[in-house]
């Protein structure tokens, strides 16, 4: 066994971990023969394959060797070549996304992981996606670089059927407009090699079925259905998949973080590829190279809570995620903006900070009128629910759960109406509640700044943010 002073052993682990990738085979769903490379030590990363690819070629490219030897460094990390390009078998009858989903599977089944991570890229995230919200006991995190949620809304439909032809008609010209689009700042002797790789990886023919299923793959109904945590990259001036794309991916999936990433190229292999795995190894909560930054830094770096519309972007530590709006983000971006002030609960509930201490009432909680309106809906959702499942019918049992709820806090004994307690003490119950829910939530999606607020945020009667000396949020 090597010790921390075997610098021999150490130096062969290392090179172990970075050592050029073993390529296999295994019959894919289809029928046809699928090439698979593995490189690396560590958990499973299985990496769903983007448009055109091939192992052997890919691997020579100096960008993209660098970014997967640098994963390998954590990870036993797997890449394929998708039937009809690469490795696998080039003759392929049809392109559907049934099968590039059921050939993920497979590749797993056949490797027998029980546990694995996801990297998608593109048209590469929607057969991830699919694999992960229908095994989801299998999946530890699910990483999305320069994602979409609608394939037809990428380009218009004019562009897309332009890029398909001219693919297949003059597949030279064709590589180089896709590099233009993947890395618009390649050099002249880099550009020219992403061209040839392109070109050998697939026959025209292929190149521009498989360029058209990315425009039809459409995951918008499947990505709320996936709970597990997602990370989402996307770099800010990607010309391939407009960066709003990313967002709205981020903004929908459930357990995301999004991270936008400077540059404008497509793939995370090229332009600042230190800075995409740095990224995606914090994710994994592996050391980073630098040390973890102290409250000043964190300052100087940005804390921020920002509300466009329903979406909600919270940044701590550099890191943003987008989060659904919820009455409790609004009172903690409240909490934000009044560092180390008392603000009453009763100002919070009402949304009005001049409000003092409100009236008490004997008003009940809910009048005949709408007790009726509340058990007329939740017939509707029991009928609903009888012929419905999947994602509808989560929903609808969250709504059933929430009405009922509702109901029993209205309802006494015998189905006496219950009068109102104090407003005061319904406001302190309700601004805890909420914010308890959107902290939990935070703590979810971005576990630094949930343990931050868990901390520093203290709720009753009066409510209040007591952040560290120097320690500042920009909130809007």
Not at 116 to 141: I, W
Request: with cysteine; proline share 6%; hydrophobic share 40%.
């Amino acid at each position: 066994m090597a010790t921390l002073h075997d610098d021999r052993s150490i130096a062969m682990l290392g090179a172990m971990a970075t050592r050029d990738p073993t390529i296999r085979f295994f019959k894919g769903p289809t029928g046809h023969r699928v090439a698979y490379a593995e490189h690396g030590t560590g958990p499973a990363l299985v990496c769903s394959a983007w448009w055109v690819s091939h192992l052997e070629e890919d691997w020579k490219q100096e960008g993209f060797r660098k970014f997967f030897e640098g994963l390998g460094e954590h990870f036993t990390v797997y890449r394929y070549d998708r039937a009809g390009s690469g490795l696998s078998d080039r003759e392929r009858e049809r392109v559907e996304p049934a099968d590039e989903v059921a050939t993920l599977a497979a590749l797993i089944d056949h490797l027998a992981l029980e546990r694995l991570s996801l990297f998608g890229l593109t048209c590469a995230c929607p057969p991830a996606l699919d694999f992960a919200a229908r095994q989801p006991e299998r999946v530890d995190k699910l990483i999305l670089f320069g994602s979409y949620l609608r394939g037809p809304e990428v380009a218009p439909p004019n562009v897309q059927e332009a890029l398909s032809q001219i693919v297949r008609v003059h597949w030279g010209m064709g590589a180089k407009l896709l590099t233009d689009l993947l890395d618009p700042d390649v050099d002249g002797s880099e550009r020219k090699e992403m061209c040839r790789v392109q070109r050998m990886s697939a026959s025209s023919e292929m190149a521009a079925l498989l360029l058209k299923l990315t425009f039809e793959s459409d995951v918008s109904e499947l990505a709320p259905s996936v709970r597990t945590p997602a990370l989402v990259l996307h770099r800010k001036g990607d010309r391939t998949i407009p960066f709003a794309a990313g967002r709205e991916m981020a903004a929908t999936l459930p357990n995301a973080t999004f991270q936008p990433l400077e540059g404008s190229a497509h793939v995370p292999w090229a332009g600042d590829v230190d800075a995409a795995l740095e990224a995606m190894l914090r994710f994994f909560d592996h050391t980073s190279s630098s040390p973890p930054p102290t409250p000043t830094e964190q300052t100087a770096s940005g804390c921020a809570l920002h509300r466009t519309g329903d979406v909600w972007m919270l940044t701590f530590d550099g890191v943003s995620v987008h989060l659904k709006h919820a009455r409790g983000l609004s009172d903690l971006a409240t909490l934000l903006t009044n560092p180390s002030q008392d603000i009453p609960a009763d100002s919070l509930w009402t949304g009005d900070d001049t409000a003092g201490p409100l009236a008490q009432t004997d008003d009940p909680i809910l009048d005949h009128t709408a007790l009726q309106t509340y058990r007329e809906r939740l017939r509707a959702l029991e009928d609903e629910l009888a012929s419905t499942d999947g994602p509808r019918a989560d929903a609808l049992l969250d709504e059933r759960e929430a009405l009922s709820r509702e109901l029993r806090a209205a309802l006494g004994l015998g189905g006496r109406r219950r009068e109102l307690d104090s407003s005061s003490e319904r406001a302190r119950k309700a601004v805890t509640a909420r914010l308890r829910a959107s902290i939990e939530k935070i703590s979810q999606a971005l576990p630094a700044a949930g343990a931050h607020l868990t901390t520093t945020i203290t709720t009753g009667t009066f409510c209040s943010y007591r952040p560290p000396e120097g320690m500042h949020w920009d909130v809007r």
